[in-house]
Nanobody
Framework: QVQLVESGGGSVQAGGSLRLSCAAS????????MAWFRQAPGQEREGVAY???????GYPYSVKGRFTISKDNAKNTLYLQMNSLKPEDTGMYYC??????????????????WGQGTQVTVSS
């Protein structure tokens, strides 16, 4: 049974940093596409970082240069380092995995397994 558990969310001021973690069980993070998504109240869920089976990464323009996705295969954990946070980064952050893809991990479709989410609040 695949289980993803996020942690590390919290409240910070604009310009601050947070590091999110996603511990996986019943699944190997190194094998398939993994990603971080976020959802703000009243808005659609959007992908903010993707990583493929070889460690290749992708980001939307809104977070590129500020967010970094990584994974520790030994700990079977996915991370999201978020720097220079802005109030518009506020939302619930979820990690997810697509067991059908190893590469070309962008987009929302195919992400089958999701964590419960961790809240990030950035104040101005």
């Amino acid at each position: 049974q695949v289980q993803l558990v996020e942690s590390g969310g919290g409240s910070v001021q604009a310009g601050g940093s947070l590091r999110l973690s996603c511990a996986a069980s019943g699944y190997t993070v190194s094998t398939y596409c993994m990603a971080w998504f976020r959802q703000a109240p009243g808005q659609e869920r959007e992908g903010v970082a993707y990583i493929d089976s070889h460690g290749g990464t992708g980001y939307p323009y809104s977070v590129k240069g500020r967010f970094t996705i990584s994974k520790d295969n030994a700990k079977n954990t996915l991370y999201l380092q978020m720097n220079s946070l802005k109030p518009e980064d506020t939302g619930m952050y979820y990690c997810a995995t697509d067991p059908g893809r190893r590469f070309a991990c962008g987009g929302n479709s195919g992400y089958t397994y999701w964590g419960q989410g961790t809240q990030v609040t950035v104040s101005s």
